[in-house]
């Protein structure tokens, strides 16, 4: 009840000053309303208001002002919110003016017009006047209402609108046979004997501990290290090693370009038909019904870059195929198995995914050279024979941050070049491996000799 009586005081003093050339004013906080009505006393004018207007005003007045004067403080206040006071034959009224509303059109770089635009409605003060809508094919934001308001929610746009940091993410998918895995390692020493020990990790430390020097590699540009640097050739040296011997088979490299904090995916397999249903009808006759099902590896990467250097992965790995059994019903049965895990790796460096074993059937023949290539009589120099393998897919994932300064075909290009250096890499390595394996067999032959004349003198002498 406070502001009707403060209202009705300042109207009576208007009463007052109705017929005097100047007034004296003085108030805070008085609504548009309010000051709207106090002028029309003052002026002895009837104002129409279509539109409620809404805000308030304050007013500090060191001197006395004529009632023309109040007038034009009432259209300045007006033409703050967007409105403006027009003269007719016995009144005024105050209307919106449509001078003061422009359309702005903003194109987006980076986001979603559609998904900014919900996030800036729900922003926008109730008193705000923008109409904002977008144009999805054109990824533009459509901004409708007053030039400054524009000029302040495009100032928030630009922030918003951002370049966003990728991560371009290499991955190699492999079959690894363990016993043949391990037969290399033994054959180099690299396993020292123990079959248990069978991993790639465990090679590429081997050759990544015979380097004595990093190899001079131009990645600095790329804010890779000489570790990991070192790491990459001596884990791709690894990996083209087992390949050489078998060991291992290279299913697929993909790779894929990523957002900063956005989920990506990779996939390899293939479609299967799957036997899902039997009907048989009254005629005895059955049919056989199908479904096509994505059999195969899928990977999923989301990259979150924590500096120029570090990046965290999620990944998740599903691997989904056919048993090598069959139930009752001739339906084929599958296997699924899946890896969830988080790896905070410099970039440049691998994460080593491993655990997805499945069971495959291999057919493999045996045969007596030139007896087996006798017409007719060769077969019975032959052996086939079908032997099921028990093999690892590993999953090895390697996330490179581009730079600003950079982009995709220029890390490529560096890129090409360490594919071309991990086999120079190897054949260093294995020179240092072949010159250990001839000290390891000299030794080995010293204490064969010095095993045999030990027991040749107990033969001989009892000694």
Known sequence: MQWIFKLIIVIFLCQIAVNAKAISINFQNLTISELITITSKVMNKNILLTKPILGKVGFIGTKKVHKEELLEILKSVLDAKGFVLQKKKSFYTIVENKKEHIMDIVPLKNLEAKELSVVLKKSLPKESE?????????????????????????????????????????????????????????????????????KIVTFSSKLNSLQQHALDFP???????????????????????????????????????????????????????????????????TKDTFNREDIGLVLKVTPRISNDKKVSLNLHAILENFSQTSSTNEQPDTFKKEIKTTAILNSGESVILGGLLEDKKENMNDDIPFFSEIPLLG????????????????????????????????LRQQLAKLTLLEEKYLQKSLKLLNKDKKVIKKKNEELNSKELHKRRLKEYFGI
């Open 379 to 410: 077969n019975l120099f032959k052996n086939s024979k079908d032997v099921t393998i028990k093999k690892n897919l590993v999953i090895i994932v390697t996330p490179y941050i581009i730079p600003r300064t950079k982009d995709l075909t220029q």
């Open 219 to 285: 990645l600095s540009s790329l804010g890779l290290s000489a570790t990991s640097v070192n790491s990459a050739l001596a884990l791709g040296a690894s990996i083209n090693l087992l390949e050489q011997n078998r060991a291992l088979d290279i299913v697929s490299e993909p790779s894929i370009l990523c957002l900063n904090n956005k989920s990506s995916s990779i996939y390899v397999g293939e479609k299967k038909s799957i036997k899902v249903a039997t009907t048989t009808s009254d005629t005895g006759s």
């Open 130 to 198: 923008i109409v904002l809508s977008f144009v999805q094919d054109l990824n533009v934001l459509l901004l409708t209402g007053k030039q400054s308001e524009i000029n302040r929610l495009k100032k928030m746009i630009k922030r918003l609108d951002q370049d966003k940091s990728q991560v371009y993410v290499k991955a190699k998918i492999i079959e690894v046979n363990n016993t043949k895995v391990n037969e290399v390692g033994i054959e180099y020493g690299i396993l020292q004997g123990s079959s248990k020990s069978g």
